[in-house]
């Protein structure tokens, strides 16, 4: 009986793919690529490593295998974990609204074609979002989130049943004419940058994956990623002040009655500790690793507002907490979202007494 339910899940989660990467999707794609000239790539603000290697992964497509003048365009700066994936021979096809707004505009504005990635609704592109919406071209989503916006796009490629975006886009390639199912046809930047996205995503194969995750990575490999390489990189090539603010959080991390676990950092500590954006990826995963606590939330502090990351185990819902406290969403067991500053929480206190009364009444 348990072989049987596992075969199930496994032909289940084929067969959801297989309805989204359709050949009349694939073939679509395909001639909307034939026909631009200037694509425009797109995906969330604080774009994180699955965001960032989608995104570099179809910019070397384009421009090494169908000759188009693509460019990205990012709400704000890439992580830093992942700059490794935007070489400085790169840096030109990079726009950031955030300390150019005019530049990132002008790109869109003389894009026609517009590509999200690893983002379900324009919304979450916050500056970009109205020179997004407003481009008259035609408009494709490739994502992994749940409830895409679909009246925004003329093709999606999207279902939560994916490890991520870069998994997505993988399928997407590998139905395109060119490469033909042959990972080894792919640009070797595109293939270092998907493999990235994808581990990131899962937090190195430990959440969000299925069969055909372990058979990306097994192509990939096959076409020649270094792996080892790529894991250096993303875990092995921290600054020493994540390590000190890691220290820092853990020392001061409040574990609840009911099996949660929180850290908070505010704009004071990471000014103490010279943190910079996406040296801090991954901390909200770390208390998952005791055995009593079920769902880990992290509160990193912004303009008038908290960053809130959830992690949780099978069984409990991050997806849920975060939609029901902290107005965001994302998967059953990684989501996030945001606490505002308002009339009611004006203190790291309020923020606190917030965040408690929260987890005792969802996890009671």
Excluded at 92 to 104: G, I, M
Excluded at 205 to 224: C, D, Q
Excluded at 303 to 330: D, E, I, L
Aim: a negative charge; proline letters at 3%; charged letters at 20%.
């Amino acid at each position: 009986m348990k072989c049987n339910i596992i075969c199930k899940f496994a032909d289940e989660k084929a067969e959801q793919m297989n309805a989204v990467v359709t050949p009349e999707k694939a073939l679509r794609f395909d001639r909307m690529l034939s026909a631009a000239s200037r694509a425009v790539l797109s995906a969330h603000i604080h774009a994180d490593g699955d965001a960032v290697g989608s995104c570099s992964a179809l910019l070397h497509y384009l421009r090494e295998s169908r000759g188009i003048d693509a460019h990205v365009v990012l709400p704000d700066r890439d992580a830093g974990g992942t700059s490794f994936l935007i070489p400085e021979e790169d840096r030109p096809y990079y726009h950031f609204h955030l300390t150019d707004a005019a530049d990132a505009e002008a790109v869109i504005a003389r894009s026609d074609l517009v590509i999200l990635l690893d983002c379900n609704s324009f919304s979450r592109t916050e500056g970009l979002e109205a020179a997004l919406r407003g481009s008259a071209a035609p408009k494709v989503l490739i994502d992994h989130h749940l409830n895409p916006e679909t009246e925004s796009f003329d093709l999606i490629f999207s279902t939560e049943a994916i490890s991520s975006a870069s998994e997505m886009l993988f399928q997407v390639l590998c139905a395109m004419p060119d490469v033909a199912g042959d990972a080894s046809r792919l640009p070797a930047h595109s293939a270092v940058a998907l493999m990235t996205g994808m581990t990131t995503d899962t937090n190195n194969f430990a959440n969000s994956v299925f069969p055909g995750t372990f058979e990306m990575a097994s192509r990939l490999l096959a076409a020649g990623v270094d792996r080892d390489a790529i894991l250096s990189q993303l875990y092995n090539s921290y600054r020493e002040n994540r390590l000190r603010v890691m220290g820092f959080l853990l020392g001061k991390m409040t574990l609840t009655p009911e099996g949660a676990a929180y850290m908070i950092l505010t704009k004071r500590n990471m000014n103490a500790f010279g943190i910079s954006e996406g040296e801090t990826e991954g901390f909200v995963n770390i208390p998952l690793s005791i055995r009593e606590v079920r769902l880990s939330v992290f509160l990193k502090q912004d303009a008038g507002y908290f960053r809130v990351s959830t992690r949780s185990k099978k069984g409990t819902s991050a997806q849920q907490f975060a939609a029901r406290y902290f107005n965001g969403g994302g998967h059953e067991n990684a989501a996030g979202g945001r606490l505002y500053f308002s009339d009611s929480i004006t203190s790291i206190k309020d923020v606190v007494a917030y965040l408690e009364n929260a987890l005792n009444e969802f996890l009671s």
